[in-house]
């Protein structure tokens, strides 16, 4: 049984305590938060003890932390607990700074502690299966990748403010599932983004809407589009083009029902939000950290693919305000 400590008593620490408690293998034993009122009511709801950070990572028989605190946070966080023999799943990004994200991967590196990065994405059942597909060489070589990623509303522009901006706080989803379905990071990005849905979001330096382009070494491309505005639901789609063929998966809906009548087709709409869509995914993810701590095999997702998500995401920022094309460099992703 590996007990488990999550930092982070918000929304999305709440969701991962659904996916710890879900799991057979894993207790949650511990909770911390800077919000204590809101770690005494999460460890209550789910029967753990609220304890700090501190005491958390002093506990020898604590085996692994789960970090969903906020985004400044992460790396420091993943260093101190590398540092205290805790294995790690850390919600994504690393960190805002690419910089500090590097740092963090050179720090941590050959401690012999797992870290694994939170792409819950990856563990999408519909994702996994079209991975899958592709890995057996069912439309032989990938050649265009083309990623929809649309949120039902725009965030608040004080989250904006905090965010990073769109491209690492929310395309940074669909640069991991790029460079996971391509085999790595792409050798040059273009980006254009502008501020459309809300002028607010301008105003604070953020866009929200963007395309950015990836390109490999070897010619192949891919295409993400992101929005932070689609009033018909939680818009996620991904399309690969291959040279025997094509892969698609597609929303995942309300309910299958589809009506058809003399005077057309419908069907219901896409489920609204992430938690509707990705709470099998977060469960997932947490399985697959389980069984990799357990087996002491690799990490599904690498400390160090989180960084190649980190540095799509500044070079797309770079691009973006220059208009310029940016390469992916060796020094941007460790090497």
């Known amino acids: 049984m590996l007990k488990v400590a999550l930092l982070g008593a918000g929304r999305i620490g709440q969701v991962h305590a659904k996916s710890i408690l879900a799991n057979a293998e894993s207790a949650l034993v511990a909770i911390a938060d800077v919000n204590?009122?809101?770690?005494?009511?999460?460890?209550?709801?789910?029967?753990?003890?609220?304890?700090?950070?501190?005491?958390?990572?002093?506990?020898?028989?604590?085996?692994?932390?789960?970090?969903?605190?906020?985004?400044?946070?992460?790396?420091?966080?993943?260093?101190?607990?590398?540092?205290?023999?805790?294995?790690?799943?850390?919600?994504?990004?690393?960190?805002?700074?690419?910089?500090?994200?590097?740092?963090?991967?050179?720090?941590?590196?050959?401690?012999?502690?797992?870290?694994?990065?939170?792409?819950?994405?990856?563990?999408?059942?519909?994702?996994?299966?079209?991975?899958?597909?592709?890995?057996?060489?069912?439309?032989?070589?990938?050649?265009?990748?083309?990623?929809?990623?649309?949120?039902?509303?725009?965030?608040?522009?004080?989250?904006?403010?905090?965010?990073?901006?769109?491209?690492?706080?929310?395309?940074?989803?669909?640069?991991?599932?790029?460079?996971?379905i391509m085999g790595g990071a792409p050798a040059v990005v273009s980006a254009t983004g502008s501020a459309i849905v809300d002028p607010e979001i301008g105003a604070a330096g953020d866009v929200d809407t963007a395309v950015v382009t990836l390109t490999w070494?070897?010619?192949?491309?891919?295409?993400?589009?992101?929005?932070?505005?689609?009033?018909?639901?939680?818009?996620?789609?991904?399309?690969?083009?291959?040279?025997?063929?094509?892969?698609?998966?597609?929303?995942?809906?309300?309910?299958?029902?589809?009506?058809?009548?003399?005077?057309?087709a419908s069907s219901a709409k896409p489920v609204y939000f992430f938690l509707e869509r990705y709470m099998r995914a977060y469960e997932a993810e947490w399985s697959a950290f389980v069984a990799a701590v357990t087996a002491g095999t690799a990490m599904p997702v690498p400390l160090a693919e989180g960084v190649a998500a980190l540095a799509c995401a500044e070079a797309a920022t770079r691009a973006a305000q220059s208009g310029c094309a940016v390469a992916i460099t060796p020094d941007m992703l460790g090497g």
Not at 72 to 83: F, K, M, N, Q
Not at 223 to 240: C, H, P, T
């Open 36 to 180: 204590a009122a809101a770690a005494q009511a999460l460890a209550a709801e789910v029967g753990a003890e609220a304890r700090s950070v501190e005491a958390i990572l002093a506990d020898p028989a604590i085996d692994a932390v789960l970090i969903a605190t906020s985004t400044d946070t992460h790396s420091a966080l993943i260093e101190r607990a590398t540092a205290a023999g805790k294995a790690v799943l850390c919600e994504k990004p690393v960190d805002l700074s690419l910089d500090r994200a590097l740092a963090c991967q050179a720090a941590t590196a050959g401690n012999g502690v797992p870290v694994m990065i939170g792409f819950n994405r990856r563990f999408d059942p519909n994702f996994a299966a079209l991975k899958a597909a592709f890995d057996r060489g069912e439309i032989g070589k990938g050649e265009l990748l083309a990623i929809t990623s649309f949120d039902p509303a725009p965030p608040p522009v004080s989250y904006v403010r905090v965010s990073g901006g769109l491209f690492r706080d929310m395309m940074i989803h669909d640069f991991d599932m790029a460079c996971w």
């Open 217 to 264: 070494a070897d010619g192949r491309i891919a295409v993400i589009k992101n929005s932070r505005r689609a009033g018909y639901g939680y818009d996620q789609r991904l399309e690969l083009l291959g040279s025997g063929g094509l892969l698609s998966a597609q929303n995942v809906l309300e309910n299958t029902v589809q009506k058809i009548t003399p005077a057309g």
